[in-house]
Each structure stands twice: as structure tokens, then as C-alpha cells.
């Protein structure tokens, strides 16, 4: 293995494999990725869109964390994925393909990171991919006429598409019932301001249907370059530090492989792509971070930032199942691996690249909470925001935390803002899973068919951490993302869930609907009490798998771990550009604001450098 070259990067993930590529376009540029995963690019459970649930929490494709005991839902503990592989979460992912909000971007901006708005980032989310229209008959069926083809991009290397179904009655129906409520499809995810119920897109090949991500959209075509080197299975102990200047400068990466010690050389600097997890957890082992921590630890301590590991955030999602009719097609018997359900669903991939195997999740909604929205709206969240300030004045502390609640308060009074997504999945769930993955759907045989209504609290207001517990690498590091601690998102959410209620009750869905049928496990027969929908909406929690933030990209006095340009505070050479630098949660899945954002960090590191001139 050659130890010298230009960049390290620490992470062959989403981020990792776009920022490696991006720089090697340069052929006097050498870049080395390290990655602690291996190579599933081929892999038919990686590049199969529907087994996507099967392989989280396998060891060969997932760090398969698990949170502490959760305070806020009543010592829940909750299973957490991150890809461990050439491609990352990009690999192991729901498919679902939505951009971040013109707003929440903004907000970065004016948290105090000049050049990161909507403007600037925009067209980031358009240059990454290649959105594949669908027939005239899917877009039909799935109610397309929202699109926006200048918002979506038709040369970037990740292809996505629509599912080409043309008869299910649920996606339709999902869609017509929203709009229905007064929330029809109004904008583009991608343009930066949506609200509404709608089909999104999902990162699927229009021409394989198989998973496009970032190994074979942005390594595949690359592999042959002479400059661009990966690792596999090599796991980052530290960050090599020279102390001997005014200020420290990362010169390198000690890296275990094959059970011995490999010191790489960086000559121009160490690149952090090891996720909202793996970053934090690096930089501590490397002596930056909360003084406090290191000591405890016995790790020398080189740069002091109490930052580092904070303001993680996710997105809690809370669910209800409901019996629909026997003549509607779910996913139940595939999730109790009935072999005749398999069989047929196996056969009509390899047959057709159509059917449940050929898609992920992609019935939505991004909407504004149904209670602060109308005549007593306003005074409604007024009232909210009132009580639970006065029940509780500041549950989460912090810097950020003045900066954050005034965007969060502000996006909930605007009823052109997602501050939820409502979405709809076709089976039984799991509100009590052992385990990441297929867990979160029930596997029992039954000959009953559910629909899932699931809410995700899109902008949360608890903020968690993720710290090192030990001097090992090897160990995992402790995370609490304080899933609902703060009061308000509690309310929100409640409200989000119990709406679910309301949708179900409408047409044209309710048609599709048992009378009388039975709910999940441990669901109340009726969500319409808030306080019923409290205690549920703690019960069924789980995550969105969409942690942010842990080294947030903000001024340090603001709770900031690296600056506008991603360099980590107060250290030479050293920069980060994975998900763990989006100072603000997303609306919706992560995927796509970590390509825009690993794709704005190539171009800064190759304006620094004069890469390319």
C-alpha cells in the first residue's frame, strides 16, 4: 500500500466516494479513501431496490448502533443503522430520494455560514444526479404533475426514477386524499419549497432498476484512475497531529489493516468522511474535543472544542397500522417470507425489474402541522409554544439553541412549510423492534393486509450527543439523541400522528380501508385524544435513520465544530464533509443534502488548492 498522497479520506461512503472522485478529476491529484467496510458493490442484496430492510444490522453492511436508554420515551432504547461499505448509507438506504428545503438552508446561512443558502447550494442538488421521467401512464397513476424538470438535475451521476406502477390503488389513493384535506402537491421537492401529498423519487437505475449510489455512480467509472486509491477493511485510529507549530496540523491517519498498524501520509490534508458517528468518534481518539471527555479518558488533549459530539439531531418517526381490504396488495406475506409470495416477487424482478423488489419507500407527504394551520392555527401554536415554555423553559442548552428554536418556531407558523412527513408503507409494523431492518415490520403469517401511517418530526428541537467511551477504536461510541425531551416536539408530534386519523377516514382511502379492521400491537383504537396520541406517539418511536450535526457547521461561539470552508476549528489540514457537518436536521432523508454538500466541498477544496486550474 503506498502511504503518501495529496488527500486522505477517512470514509468511502456517500460523501467519501463524491469528494475522491471530484479530486481525482485532477490527474496530478492523489487521493487514498479508507474505508472499514468492504466491497458489496455486486452484491444482488445491495443493488436489489426491496432488500434494502433485510441487510440493516447485518455486521457485513452496517455499524448496527443502538442508542442509550431514551428519557424521553420512556427508556426506550433505539436501534440506529450507518452503512459500513464501499458506498455507505447511500448503499443500505430506503431509496428515497428528496431534497432539503429552501428554507432550512437559508437558515444555515444565517446561523453565521456565509455562501451556504439556497442559492449557492441549489444547484449542488441538481449537478449530482439524473432524474428519469416516468411513462405517461405511471406519471398518471402517481399523480406527477408536480414536477419540475428545471428543478431536477439530468447529468449527475446518481440516476433516479419513479416506479413505473400503473394499477396499485394505494399510491393514487394516498395522494388524492391528502390533497383532498386541503394539502394538494404544490411545488417541487426539488426546487426548494413543497408542501403536500405526492410520489417522491426514489435513487433506483431507470434502465436496471437496480440501487444507484455513491460506489456505482461516483467509483465504478473512476476505479481505473492511477490517482485514486481505495482501502477496505482498514479501520482509523487517530488522526496524526503535528504539534509542533502555533497551531496543530493534521499530517496523516494511523489506520489498523489486517491486524498491523499503517501510518498514511497526508501531504496536503486528512479529509473526514466517517459519518455523523464516525467523525466526532475520530476526533476525539485524535485529542479534539471536550476537555473533560479526553482527560476522563487519558487522551491527550490538542485541541479543546466542546462542541465536538453535540447537537446530534434525527428525526423520530412514530407509526399506526390499519387493516385494509383483503383485494389490496400489501408487502405482509413478503415480511412472513411466505414462499409462494417470495417466489412470485422474485420471478417478476428478474422477469420484468418491476414489482415490490424493484422499489423502496414512495408515498409522502410534507406538511404543515394540520393544528397550527386555519382561522385558530396561529393562536393554536401560540398557546403551544406558550405552555410548553412555561412546563419546561429550556430542556436542551446550548449555544445553538436560541439560533435554533427561532427557526424552528418560525417554520411551524408557516403553512407553505413541511414540518412533518406523513408517509404510508404497505405492512404491518413493528413499533417495538429487536433489532434495525426487517425487524420494524411484524414477520408473524397472517392472512391480514395493514397499511402503516408513519409521522416524522422533520425539524426536532432535542438535540442529543455522541461521545467516546473509551481510548479504544474499536469500541463503539455512546449516542443519545434525546428522541422528544423537548416538550414541544412532543406536541408536534402527537398532532402529526393523530392526523393519521383524519387520513384514514377520508376518501378515497378510506375505501381501501377494513371496516372495524384491527391496528398494530399496542395501538389505541383511536388517536383522536392528544394525550392518547402523546403516550403512543413515545410508545411506536423509532428512528428515521437520519442523524445530522455531531460536528456542525457553525461558528465556534455558536456551538461550531468546523467553519464555512469545513475546515475543523483551530486545526490546520483538517476538514470535514460528511452529514455530520449540517448544522440543522433535513426535511426529509439525508441522502441527497450529503451529495450536495460532499459535491460544494470538492469545489472548495479545489479552489483552495488551485486543483484542476
Known sequence: METDHDFIIVGGGTAGLVVAARLTEDPNTSVLVVEAGTEHTNDPRIRTPGFWLSVLGSPDFDWDYKTVPQKGLDG?????????????????????????????????AGFGNPGWDWETLGPYYKKFHTLAPPSTDAAHHLRLSYMDEASHGCDGPVQASFPEESSDPLPSAWVDTIGSLGFPADGDPFSGKFTGGYINALSVDPVSRTRSDAATA????????????????????????????????????????????????????????????????????????????????????????????????????????????????????????????????????????????AVGNFTGSLLPVPDFVGPDGKSTLEQVVKQTTASDPSPITGDFTPYHTSFVQSLLADPAEGAGNIFMYAACSNVNPASVGADVIVKEASSANFITICAALLFPLSRGSAHITSSSPADKPTIDPRYLEHPLDLEVQARLLRYAETIVRTEPLSKLIKPDGRRNAGAPADLGNLDVAK???????????????????????????????????????????????????????????????????????????GIGN
Open 76 to 108: 426506550k432504547v433505539i436501534p440506529l443503522s450507518q452503512g459500513k461499505l464501499i458506498g455507505g448509507s447511500s448503499a443500505i438506504n430506503g431509496l428515497a430520494f428528496v431534497a432539503n428545503s429552501k428554507a432550512a438552508v437559508d437558515a444555515w
Open 535 to 609: 403516550r403512543y406517539a413515545r410508545l411506536s418511536a423509532l428512528s428515521c435513520w437520519h442523524p445530522t450535526s455531531t460536528c456542525a457547521m457553525l461558528p465556534l461561539e455558536r456551538g461550531g465544530v468546523v467553519d464555512a470552508r469545513l475546515h475543523v476549528h483551530g486545526v490546520q489540514g483538517l476538514r470535514i464533509v460528511d452529514s455530520s457537518i449540517i448544522p440543522l436536521a433535513t426535511r426529509g432523508n439525508t441522502q441527497t443534502t450529503v451529495y450536495a454538500v460532499a459535491e460544494r466541498a470538492a469545489d472548495l477544496i479545489r479552489q483552495e488548492y
Open 218 to 357: 461516483y467509483l465504478e467509472s473512476n476505479k481505473s484512475r492511477p490517482n485514486l486509491h481505495v482501502v477496505t477493511g482498514a479501520l482509523a485510529e487517530k488522526i496524526i497531529l503535528d504539534t509542533t507549530g502555533k497551531v496543530p496540523k493534521a499530517v496523516g491517519v494511523q489506520i489498523q489493516k489486517d491486524r498491523a498498524g499503517v501510518t498514511l501520509n497526508a501531504k496536503k490534508e486528512v479529509i473526514l468522511a466517517a459519518g455523523v458517528f464516525g467523525s466526532p468518534k475520530l476526533l476525539e481518539l485524535s485529542g479534539i474535543g471536550n476537555r473533560e471527555l479526553l482527560e476522563k479518558l487519558n487522551i491527550q488533549v490538542v485541541m479543546e472544542n466542546p462542541n465536538v459530539g453535540e447537537n446530534l439531531q434525527d428525526h423520530p418517526v412514530s407509526s399506526v397500522s390499519f387493516e385494509v381490504g383483503e383485494d389490496v396488495k400489501t408487502m405482509d406475506a413478503l415480511a412472513s417470507q411466505d414462499p409462494e409470495a417470495v417466489g412470485a416477487a422474485m420471478q417478476e424482478y428478474m422477469t420484468n425489474k418491476s414489482g415490490p423488489f
